[in-house]
């Protein structure tokens, strides 16, 4: 499948996904896992605040086929590149590998004419081979623009499917103020029983 045609496979999986609204994506009164009191603090004090966001979109991703079919082909791309790429690296790792022992070679060659020759004929070389595997290294630089555009779309979704379940969490679970307020409270009688030692 060429790169082309993989590209336009994800994005419309992405697209259908940010739009699809099927029964498994209603409001549920149950709170995500992820969002769970007793997990809270795990998350941000031993994994960090951004594993709460990527746990909550593969907990949407096990409960939604067309996401879970997305990751499924998100993954196969980055596993295939290698694959794709495997067999012009290995062309191009000997050619610069040659091109570099030439150049040692070169390096030790005493007489100063023969060296310059030497140097020309490589040049000379090296150019065609530049010209030679042109192509190539522009679907290569198309590879690297995609992954750049998927990775992109990728951490927009995450965050299109995860900020409404955040936003139901801050709507039903902010807590009161009343423990604040009481702790002001004694931070003030504290304070004023210092100042009237202080001052006495």
């Not at 605040?49 to 409960?63: A, F, G, N, P, R």
Request: aromatic share 6%.
């Amino acid at each position: 499948m060429t790169t082309k045609l993989f590209l336009s496979v994800l994005l419309v999986l992405v697209f259908v996904s940010c739009n699809s609204h099927g029964v498994q994506h209603k409001p549920q009164n149950e709170t995500p896992k992820a969002l769970e009191n007793k997990n809270t603090y795990e998350f941000v004090s031993k994994r960090g605040y951004d594993d709460i966001l990527e746990t909550l979109y593969q907990e949407l991703v096990s409960k939604d086929p067309k996401l879970e079919e997305l990751e499924m082909k998100i993954g196969e791309l980055n596993s295939s590149q290698d694959d794709s790429t495997e067999s012009f690296d290995r062309f191009n790792g000997k050619v610069q590998s040659y091109f570099l022992a030439a150049d040692k070679q070169i390096s030790a060659i005493s007489d100063s004419l023969l060296r310059e020759r030497m140097k020309l004929l490589m040049i000379s070389n090296q150019t065609k081979y530049n010209a030679q595997t042109a192509p190539h290294n522009e679907l290569l630089k198309a590879i690297e623009k995609n992954k750049v555009v998927i990775s992109d779309l990728h951490n927009v979704l995450k965050i299109i499917k995860t900020l409404p379940l955040i936003e139901k969490y801050q709507k039903d679970n902010v807590p009161s103020t009343k423990s604040i307020e009481g702790f002001i409270k004694q931070q003030d009688r504290a304070g004023s029983l210092l100042d009237t030692l202080v001052h006495k």
